[in-house]
Every structure is written in C-alpha cells, then in structure tokens.
RNA sequence: GUGGUUGUAGCUCAGUUGGUUAGAGCGCCGGAUUGUGGUUCCGGAGGCCGCGGGUUCAAAUCCCGUCUUCCACCCCA
C-alpha cells in the first residue's frame, strides 16, 4: 500500500463529486440570472502577459502575481550582473514575462481592448473562472478562487448599477442568504479629501477608513496621523462612525458637508439617482455606507460590497471604473461590474446549511449483473432506460449481489433493478426501492414507466 | 511579506516527566447471509508518528531547519 507521498501545492484543493455539484448549482444560478439580465459569456485564459498584469496596481499586486517561467534556457537571457546581486525583481522581469491572472476585470480591459472592433457598445459580458494570488490562505482566502463577473462597457448611465444591484439581490434572494449592499462612491471620498484639503492623501485616507468597522475610531485616527493625513481628516472620522446609526445618511449632515464640494456633489447625485431608481426590495438591501472604501483603485464612481451577517468579509464587490482600458490605449470607454466570490458563497451555503437536496441529480437506478448470459438483455434494457431519459447504470462486473448494492447504497442510488434466472424465466423484472427496503416485481413497461416519474 | 498555530491508520483524534511491540472510534476488507445494501454479530488488514538534520543509552515526545494546515496582521476580492 505504501504510496508515494503526494501533495498539493499551498493553498490549492481538490472537489469531489458532492463539492462540484453544490459549486456548479452557485454558477448555473448566477449564470441564469446573467443571462436574464441580458449578459453574455466571454472566457480568457488563465495566463497573460506581466505587462497586461502590472498595467494597473503597483508593488502591492506585484506581490499577489503568480509569475510563469519562460519556456527553454531561460537563465541564458537573464543579466548575469542581477544574477549575482541576487536581485530579483531585475531577474524575474528577464526569465518570466506571463503570470496567472489574479483577477478577471484587468483580462476583460485587454479583452475589450483587442476585440474593439467587432464589441458593440455598451458591451455586457459576464465570466465565470478561476483567478490566482500569491496571498498567504486563510478562511476565505483561497490561492486559487473563482469570480463570476457581469460588467458593461462603454455607457455611463447609471442604469447599469441599478440593474447590477437587482441582481446581486436576486442572485442571494435564490440562495436564501440575507445580504446588505453597501453603496457608496468613489466620489464621496474624493470630497472628503476636498474638505481636508489633502487631495493627494486619497489612498492613504481609504486604506485607514476602511478599517473603520474593524478597529474603531480612535485606532483608525491613530492611523491616519501616523500616515501624514492633517487634524481636518483626523476629525472627519467620528461624524463618519455616526453615519451607521442616522436613519436617513443622505439627509446628514455630514453628506450635507459633502455636497458643497464639487466630487462629494456629484457623489450625493449619483448615488440619490441610483436609489430613485429601485424597487423597494432592492433599496430595502442597501446601506448607504460612506466608509466603504475598499475596491481597487480603478473605481472611479459608485462601488458595491456585499456582505451577510452570516459571513465574514465580503461576498460580493463591484464599482464604477472610468478608465481601465485608457491604460491600453482606448480612452473614454466608462464600465461598471459586480463580482460574486464562489468559494465564500460555498462556504457560507455550506456552513448554514443552505445547500438545496441534490440526490436526484445522481443515478436513478442500478442494474445488476449476474452473469455473462444475462449480459446481452442487459445491455438491452439499460439503453432503453437510458433512451427514456432515466439515469441508469449497470454494474460493470458479476460480482456478489451484497457488493453491489453496497455500491447503490454509498452512491445514493435509489432503485436497484435485478434480473438473474428468476426474472428471464418469468419475464419480471424485480426492483428494490434502497430507501424503503421493499421489493417488487413488474414488466418491462410497467418499469420504465416507474422509473419515469 | 510579519507573528503564531497544526501535522500520529483512509477520516476524526488519544498517546503521561523521553523508556519495551504506538492506541480508540468511524471507515475499509472478509465471514455470519452462494439472489439483497443500510441495522446487528464475529474476524482481519492497514503506521518512515509530515520531511530532513541534531541531542540522548533511548525520540511520536526535546532542539534546529523545511513543507503543510489554520489564525491574526500587511494587503486585498
């Protein structure tokens, strides 16, 4: 038995049946609602080019990028002088010049990109496929993960975020996970940086507030001054705290403050144009959420986050971005797009038990085998079940009767038909029902029949 | 990337201050049942104690390294 020890890179992992059956029921129910709403599927591969990668986020994602080796001699065409300094970042730009995408969005730029041509405009894609970070795993942090994206390109109207609300909404609303939306923009935050008057200060001022929810006000002060932000941001952040507890955040004082800057303004306005805009059981889902101010730094306008009470971290994110493809070289195409995170949705589902029952999905009934003189019918009376759309298989070897329905029985089959000596003779076939533990006897006919239902 | 944590049978885990032949439950295989699973009873197989080094008369146990797991950061979806 002694095998050979094997193993699987950190942070990868295998699914069985059982898994990839509850992970394709998340995709197929995200992917109806995509298609409802009028999305199509593009898929790109796993691969690009660094330059593609490295075209948005700086050191940080650098980090995250699995990198691949070039292909032959690679070590040849490095420096020999960075070889020696150990330097490896000038190394890796001359042995490696593809990586694993880390996320689907930065593909689709390229994408819309390249295909300009032949994308009629305003372009609604959505894609469903794993994406790599070279992130250190922990609960809901995979190395290797799924997002299903749906985004449209080339409209500005706000439309766009409605209808992506709508199906974040119906897409949990089939799962039976309470959500909260957080919505915000980008554009509050760039008025709070008018307001301090430290317009430069913007990320610095994000990756603290961010924390809000986390680390509470004085620790997110402490941070702030410790990344140079002035005392004006330091006191933006207990009327920002407040927010969570006012009724109505838009009629606050705090946004009032806002709108007299010219992004906060236009921030209030997209945002109070989006929520005219929704029917009650979207808007009842939305918090209004001033402190969201994670996403990445190509959203521009409205961003989104998903998060359920069920679980922790979000399940869901999205945003408005202005330019992603002017880094390639198309300007002026404004995007908006949501992203639903697979394994956190499975993890949440299967921690609360919400998974639906998928047991017929599996075989519906076994045929078991006796000997080889019963083969021929046999062979016969599985593809007429199979003609009639039933699930059907034979076991595959004549072995002891207890052997096989020890296999319909840890494989949740829920018939096991036998036809041995008794039934050639009689022309009846038995069936034995797993669950119940009764047995019958009945034609051919009267068996499909059966089986049908 | 930083700090911590975990690893013993297929799985979940015991294993005393270092001391003979490393255990349990579940699962697996066989039999009771040569045409019947799931329940019951009886029997059996299965271990480089993550890997490598060190300390010791002696290491699953102590030390170092490494890989892996999970957690908290950093950051991020």
Redo the contacts with the bound molecule.
């Keep these: 038995?002694?095998g050979k020890?094997v193993?699987?890179?950190?942070?990868m992992r295998d699914f069985g049946p059982q898994q990839v059956r509850k992970r394709q029921y998340i995709l197929d129910t995200i992917r109806e609602v995509f298609e409802i709403f009028g999305y199509q599927p593009i898929e790109t591969p796993v691969m690009e080019q660094l330059s593609t990668l490295n075209g948005k986020g700086g050191a940080?994602s650098d980090?995250l990028l699995f990198k691949v080796l070039n292909s032959g001699d690679f070590l040849k065409k490095a420096d020999e002088n960075a070889l020696n300094e150990k330097a490896s970042s000038k190394v890796i730009a001359q042995i490696s010049e593809k990586g694993l995408r880390y996320?689907l969005t930065v593909p689709l730029a390229r994408y819309v990109v390249m295909h300009q041509n032949d994308i009629t405009f305003p372009f609604k894609r959505y894609q469903m496929q794993p994406v790599w970070?070279a992130?250190?795993?922990?609960?809901g942090?995979?190395r290797e993960?799924w997002q299903c994206d749906a985004d449209v390109l080339g409209s500005e109207s706000l439309i766009n975020e409605m209808e992506l609300i709508q199906i974040f909404e119906r897409v949990f609303k089939t799962f039976n996970i309470p959500v909260k939306v957080h919505l915000s923009s980008r554009k509050l935050l760039a008025g709070m940086m008018e307001l301090i008057g430290q317009e430069d200060k913007m990320i610095d001022f994000t990756?603290a507030l961010d924390?809000l929810d986390?680390i509470g006000v004085e620790k997110v002060q402490d941070e702030l001054r410790a990344r140079g932000l002035n005392e004006k941001a330091v006191e933006l952040i207990p009327s920002i705290a407040a927010l969570s507890s006012e009724k109505d955040v838009m009629k606050s004082s705090f946004i009032a403050a806002l709108e007299k800057t010219s992004n906060g303004a236009e921030g209030v306005r997209e945002i109070n144009t989006i929520m005219s805009r929704l029917d009650f059981a979207c808007r009842s889902i939305i918090i209004i959420d001033p402190s969201l101010a994670?996403?990445?730094d190509y959203y521009t306008g409205p961003i989104f986050e998903v998060k359920s009470e069920l679980f922790?971290g979000?399940i869901g994110?999205g945003g408005r971005y202005d330019n992603l493809t002017g880094i390639f070289g198309l300007p002026n195409v404004s995007g908006v797009g949501i992203?639903f995170?697979l394994d956190r949705i499975y993890d949440l589902m299967q921690e609360q038990n919400l998974f639906p029952d998928f047991s017929a999905a599996s075989t519906k009934v076994l045929l078991t085998y006796f000997d080889e003189e019963k083969l021929p019918p046999l062979f016969g009376i599985v593809s007429m079940m199979r003609e009639a759309n039933i699930k059907a298989e034979l076991y595959p070897a004549p072995v002891?009767?207890?052997?096989q329905?020890?296999y319909a029985?840890?494989k949740g089959i829920p018939y096991v038909v036998?036809y041995?000596?008794?039934?050639a003779d009689s022309g009846e076939f038995?069936i034995?029902d797993?669950?119940k533990?009764e047995?019958f006897k009945m034609d051919f006919e009267k068996l499909l029949e059966f089986l049908k239902q």
């Design positions: 038995m002694a020890k193993s699987l890179p950190k942070g940080e980090k996320d970070r992130d250190r795993p922990q609960k942090r995979y993960f990756v924390k986390k994670r996403g990445l922790k979000s994110s992203s995170g002891k009767l207890k052997k329905f020890k029985n840890d036998l041995g000596d008794e039934e038995t034995k797993m669950e533990g047995q």
